[in-house]
T-cell receptor, first 110, second 118 residues
Framework: EDQVTQSPEALRLQEGESSSLNCSYTVSGLRGLFWYRQDPGKGPEFLFTLYSAGEEKEKERLKATLTKKESFLHITAPKPEDSATYLCAVLDTNAGKSTFGDGTTLTVKP | GAVVSQHPSRVICKSGTSVKIECRSLDFQATTMFWYRQFPKQSLMLMATSNEGSKATYEQGVEKDKFLINHASLTLSTLTVTSAHPEDSSFYIC??????????????FGPGTRLTVT
């Protein structure tokens, strides 16, 4: 059974204080790993797809990386508007649906 | 990116009544849509996978007679909560995959529907 574990559950940063969010996963075969951002009261917003170990994707202050067992979402010099819950999901090569982690809630204080 | 809409964004209904939520893919045709439920401060719980022209596939523990899903066209899926009760109050979110995306992996989510049953 596919499993996704995100840590930490919650992260509080000062504005400008860089950090990383972790997503550990177990799948029989990885078709793709996805990162989403969810603001309170809204649907998740797609951020990145990673397909193979060693791959990296960047978008503004966010950079996602992938190994065979985990993915990191690095946040460089975060701003208060980066505050949100970040969700990680994996799609198994044998599955038609993605498995989501419980998310990391990021709070960036000015 | 692909756009998915949901209607209504909020609905309040009385216990025992039925409520229909619509999910539309606006700029692409979605052969598969997903319906999720989310409780406060919790992650997404997949309820069912909706396939155009066929019956939905429900996750274990989800009552298919209570949560009716219809995917009548390539751009529209509906979720009807029948005989709603206060415990059905939740945030319902739909999503779809864009067939133009590589590997059909990423999902595009609607804005969600807040259902309150009184």
């Amino acid at each position: 059974e596919d499993q996704v574990t995100q840590s930490p559950e919650a992260l509080r940063l000062q504005e400008g204080e860089s950090s990383s969010l972790n997503c550990s996963y177990t799948v029989s075969g990885l078709r793709g790993l996805f990162w989403y951002r969810q603001d309170p009261g809204k649907g998740p917003e797609f951020l990145f797809t990673l397909y193979s170990a060693g791959e990296e994707k960047e978008k503004e202050r966010l950079k996602a990386t992938l190994t065979k067992k985990e993915s990191f979402l690095h946040i460089t010099a975060p701003k208060p508007e980066d505050s949100a819950t970040y969700l990680c999901a994996v799609l198994d090569t044998n599955a038609g649906k993605s498995t989501f982690g419980d998310g990391t809630t990021l709070t960036v204080k000015p | 990116g692909a756009v998915v809409s949901q209607h209504p964004s909020r609905v309040i209904c009385k216990s025992g009544t039925s409520v229909k939520i619509e999910c539309r893919s606006l700029d692409f045709q979605a052969t598969t849509m997903f319906w999720y439920r989310q409780f406060p401060k919790q992650s997404l719980m997949l309820m069912a996978t909706s396939n155009e022209g066929s019956k939905a596939t429900y996750e274990q523990g989800v009552e298919k007679d209570k949560f009716l899903i219809n995917h009548a066209s390539l751009t529209l899926s509906t979720l009807t909560v029948t005989s709603a009760h206060p415990e059905d109050s939740s945030f319902y979110i739909c999503s779809a995959r864009d067939p133009r995306d590589r590997d059909l992996g990423e999902q595009y989510f609607g804005p969600g529907t807040r259902l309150t049953v009184t």
